[in-house]
């Protein structure tokens, strides 16, 4: 009797796995298929930053164009407050279907953790990556009347006269605020910092001549170098900017470890499904590499970029390393 019990406990258990396994394999082509058919409906990309800025011009070329290649709306959804923290909160915490994504920069993704002691999402683990968009290299700018030609001329004038000259930026925190500090620890010029609410202002006081350099993006700063009301000294990136081909790198005028700017990159929250977020990534790159798209990323001060999940992951963990040593040694507190 015994014996019989035991055979059919391990024959009932055989067969309630077996038909266990077919019920999965018969639900396994609509589950590949609900993921391949994505999306299905509109696509919110939430940009948590307002309207204009290099961030959200970016944001919306490429909302725009995966619109296009994956035949639905992408539509920009601008969720504004506590530099970025408001609408990254909202990724964080909407369903992981990848029907509301994030367009994050430098600071959302790599330099709020190390300014905000208390965050309403865990930012090591609440997004899943799916690709870079472009590069936002950085150029320093100061106002016509400041005699340096060059970055080298700027330290030396910022030596002799330590805490004489000023940089604004558009908030304490950013970064083009952190572009400066990374600037005075590589070169050892002391400089004095007017944090401004939004790069707008500041760089009406930059023209007006009331501060004598900034840091910001190529798309803010190129019709002003133009125009001449403004001098371009250096391009922050690792290379020439393509908006700025006359402009040298820092380290091309002998400025070495003070590269910095800012990206843009598309977000997923995490948990969403890979295969979702690996078709996100492969639909990015072929947009970077549409012709029209470059052009206008460049016109508009950016680098063109595509990436894999895993590339733009390691790129955050190597800004926000970075930007967390920078904040520490910088003792940079928000506003």
Not at 120 to 148: C, E, G, I, R, T
Not at 301 to 320: V, W
Request: with cysteine; proline share 8%.
């Amino acid at each position: 009797m015994h014996t019989r019990t035991h055979t059919c406990t391990h024959t009932c258990t055989f067969k309630r796995r077996s038909i266990a396994a077919l019920a999965l394999a018969a639900l396994a082509p609509f589950a590949v298929h609900a993921q391949g058919a994505y999306p299905e409906r509109p696509v919110t990309i939430v940009v948590p930053f307002a309207p204009g800025g290099g961030t959200d011009i970016a944001a919306r070329l490429l909302a725009l164009k995966l619109g296009e290649k994956l035949k639905q709306s992408f539509v920009i959804d601008n969720r504004t407050g506590a530099g970025g923290l408001v609408g990254a909160e909202a990724v964080a915490k909407a369903k992981p279907d990848a029907y509301t994504l994030l367009v994050g920069n430098v600071g959302t993704q790599a330099i709020n953790q190390s300014l905000y002691p208390k965050m309403p999402y865990n930012p090591d683990k609440a997004f899943a990556p799916v690709s870079l968009f472009a590069d936002l290299p950085f150029a320093l700018v100061v106002n016509p009347k400041v005699p340096a030609k060059t970055p080298k001329e700027l330290v030396a004038l910022a030596k002799a006269e330590p805490d004489k000259y000023t940089f604004a930026s558009s908030g304490s925190g950013g970064s083009p605020h952190l572009t400066a500090e990374i600037f005075q620890q590589a070169t050892g010029a002391k400089l004095v910092h007017v944090p401004y609410k939004g790069g707008g202002p500041a760089m009406a006081d930059l023209m007006a001549g009331h501060v004598d350099m900034l840091f910001a993006s190529i798309l803010e700063t190129s019709g002003y170098v133009k125009s001449g009301k403004l001098r371009a000294l250096a391009v922050t990136s690792a290379a020439r900017s393509p908006s700025m081909p006359d402009v040298p790198t820092l380290a091309e005028q002998g400025v070495a470890n003070a590269e910095s700017g800012s990206w843009v990159a598309l977000l997923a929250p995490a948990g969403t499904p890979q295969p979702i977020v690996d078709k996100l990534s492969a639909a990015v790159k072929e947009v970077v590499a549409l012709p029209d798209v470059r052009e206008k990323l460049i016109a508009q001060g950016a680098t063109p970029r595509g990436t894999t999940p895993a590339e733009l992951q390691s790129t955050i963990d190597a800004e926000k390393d970075r930007y967390a040593r920078v904040i520490k040694a910088r003792n940079v507190r928000v506003e």
